[in-house]
Every structure is written in structure tokens, then in C-alpha cells.
């Protein structure tokens, strides 16, 4: 909240981000290999929404459907190719301030390595910056183990992440700092 407070109204041109839903996810015995944590027993509150809104022009909420957000007829959903009779689910929601018919993306939630427990796939959080070629700058101000800025740092876009865990912190910075030489 203190960074989000710093910056000027609309300096932003896209917030991307999957905050805390308050549904205790971290806690989820499909999440055993990670250590059982609090970080998702609140949801992001509504105070750090109105920020979030005053410094962007643009938004992308994952979650958006547990949040006090406007109506929008622009949802970007992923179908998680689980199946209907498992416990978890099928698919997730992103509310999107771009009045746009809702899309969809396909990827098992299963066929990916994570570091965090939500952990989002890479290729999906490309998509999301892909539906705002003119944002220049996107903040994720819930920044996780940095797919985000691992998104925007491919697609050449300048990015700013905060991340309140140092552990998430290191992971996000080991990540940007690889790199993949052309031979």
C-alpha cells in the first residue's frame, strides 16, 4: 500500500494481477507442496482497489469475481482442463476494465512448474498483456513469483512488481534475471 500511495494518478497504463481472493487457497491439500500459509485468509482490500484504480488506466483482476469491481462485460477466463467431478476449480476469472466480449484460454492447470501456489502459467499472463498492446507500463502490485513481469519482460514492455514475501521477492528476481542465449 505504501509504494501504490507513491505513485501518481494514471502513471500506470495496465494493472495485471492475481491478488489474495480470502479463500485460504494456501491452505488447500492440493497446494501440499507448499508450505501451509495465511497470505490468502484476506482478500485484497477495498482501500488498496481504489488505489489500484487511481494509479492505472487499465486493469486486469484475476479474482475479479471476489472483488467490489464494476460490472464489466469483459472477463478473460482459463479453462483449467479439469474435470467437472474434481474438487477443484474448472476455471478461473479475470475481470478487465476493457469493454471487450469475454475470451478464453486453455491450458491444464497440471502441465506447468510452480513456485507459488496460485502460480499462473507464463504463457497465459502474456495473453492478458496481449490485450493491451498499448500499455507501455504494467504493475502487479501482488507480484507472487513474478510471471507477470516474466510476461512483460518477453513482450518488451516496461513493468514494476511489489511483492511483500522476500522469499517471492528472490524468486521473481532469479527468474527475471535468466536469460536465453541465441546460438
Not at 474438487?87 to 497440471?110: F, G, N, T
Not at 516496461?158 to 528472490?170: H, L, Q, R, T, V
Amino acid at each position: 500500500m505504501p509504494i501504490l500511495k507513491e505513485l501518481p494518478d494514471k502513471s500506470i497504463d495496465l494493472v495485471l494481477t492475481d491478488p489474495p481472493y480470502g479463500i485460504g487457497i494456501a491452505n488447500n491439500p492440493f497446494r501440499q507442496k507448499f508450505e501451509k500459509s495465511d497470505w490468502d485468509n484476506s482478500p485484497m482490500t477495498d482501500e488498496i482497489l481504489a488505489e489500484i484504480m487511481r494509479v492505472s488506466k487499465d486493469q486486469i483482476i484475476w479474482g475479479g469475481n471476489y472483488f467490489n469491481l464494476p460490472p464489466s462485460q469483459g472477463f478473460l477466463i482459463w479453462d483449467k482442463g479439469q474435470p467437472e467431478d474434481f474438487s477443484s476449480a474448472m476455471c478461473e476469472m479475470a475481470w478487465m476494465s476493457k469493454q471487450s466480449p469475454a475470451k478464453m484460454w486453455k491450458k491444464r492447470v497440471v502441465s506447468y512448474e510452480k513456485k507459488h501456489p496460485t502460480q499462473k502459467p507464463l504463457e497465459l499472463m502474456e495473453w492478458c498483456v496481449w490485450h493491451f498492446p498499448e500499455a507501455k507500463i504494467v504493475l502487479d502490485p501482488f507480484l507472487g513469483s513474478g510471471t507477470t513481469t516474466e510476461a512483460c519482460k518477453k513482450l518488451h514492455r516496461d513493468f514494476i512488481g511489489i511483492e511483500i514475501s522476500p522469499e517471492y521477492c528472490d524468486i521473481a528476481r532469479a527468474r527475471l534475471g535468466q536469460e536465453v542465449l541465441s546460438f
